[in-house]
């Protein structure tokens, strides 16, 4: 399984990202994804996820309305839209295989500031 995370930046607040991962070595549509983040001397929060056949998805209640998670399983990869961001979204953000922690797969993550 190789994940590779990618779109990390510096951004102003209120700004937008899009955060990709290209997905290899595994049967990319029959499993869900998560992204989550981690900024230093905090702990690793969820922040989304999405099913198999990106019908069902969930957000942290401090994302919701601001990030947005798809898929396309066509080209094994998946993506976090992110708007509206804040100075307290600065985080390492991880893409995962699987629906929710613990995460046996994850990819080596992208920084995103916001500053």
């Known amino acids: 399984v190789q994940l590779v995370e990618s779109g990390g930046d510096l951004v102003r607040p209120g700004g937008s990202l899009r955060l990709s991962c290209a997905a290899s070595?595994?049967?990319?549509?029959?499993?869900?994804m998560a992204w989550f983040r981690q900024a230093p001397g905090k702990e690793r929060e969820g922040v989304a996820r999405?099913?198999?056949?990106?019908?069902?998805?969930y957000y942290a209640d401090s994302v919701r309305g601001r990030f947005t998670i798809s898929r396309d399983n066509a080209k094994n990869t998946l993506y976090l839209q992110l708007n509206n961001l804040k100075i307290e979204d600065t985080a390492m953000y991880y893409c995962?295989?699987?629906?929710?922690?613990?995460?046996?797969?994850r990819g080596r993550g992208t920084q995103v500031t916001v500053s």
């Open positions: 995962a295989k699987g629906w929710e922690d613990p995460y046996v797969d």
């Open positions: 070595g595994y049967t990319y549509n029959r499993n869900c």
């Open positions: 999405i099913a198999t056949g990106s019908g069902n998805t």
